[in-house]
């Protein structure tokens, strides 16, 4: 896989089947190694070891259910109270991040509610503020470390 704009991180891999797997720490599992997967492992990486996010308030892929459609989100980092503080969309690092990347996750959003969105396809990264009420984003440099 292509180095990503993420630090380096320790992954587990494992061979299975002629198929390369990576360990995902929150599934607890060993899964396949795509190019969305790859920036969905950094990104988890990186909330935990950089950012400070517990493994418990974080979840990966999962469904949601938008408009009678059932879609999946990559990455959702919860508050306590069970609210949504972060959503993430990962991209192949191949796939460009166009306005129509930026509307798929505001739709889910419209459903989640998070305070923040990131999209990154692993060499670019978005990370936005949600304001709710008025149902806009600002762009900020990173998101904010976890705090209790």
Not at 17 to 29: A, G, L, P, S, Y
Not at 91 to 103: G, L, N, R, S, Y
Request: charged share 25%.
């Amino acid at each position: 896989m292509q180095p990503l704009n993420f630090p380096a991180y320790d992954f587990r891999f494992k061979n299975s089947e002629n198929k390369v797997q990576i360990f995902d720490v929150i599934r607890k599992k060993f899964v396949v190694l795509q190019p969305e997967e790859w920036v969905r492992q950094h990104v988890v990486h990186h909330l935990i070891s950089d950012k400070k996010y517990p493994h418990s308030l974080i979840n990966v892929e999962k469904q949601v259910k938008l408009n009678e459609m059932v879609k999946r989100y990559d990455v959702v980092v919860y508050n306590s109270d069970g609210s949504i503080e972060i959503l993430v969309e990962c991209k192949a690092p191949e796939i460009k991040i166009t306005q129509t990347v930026f509307d798929q996750i505001a739709r889910y959003n419209m459903q989640l509610k998070a305070n923040y969105l990131i999209v990154t396809n692993g060499q670019d990264h978005y990370y936005c503020k949600m304001d709710l009420q008025e149902e806009k984003y600002t762009f900020l440099q990173h998101i904010p470390d976890f705090s209790r």
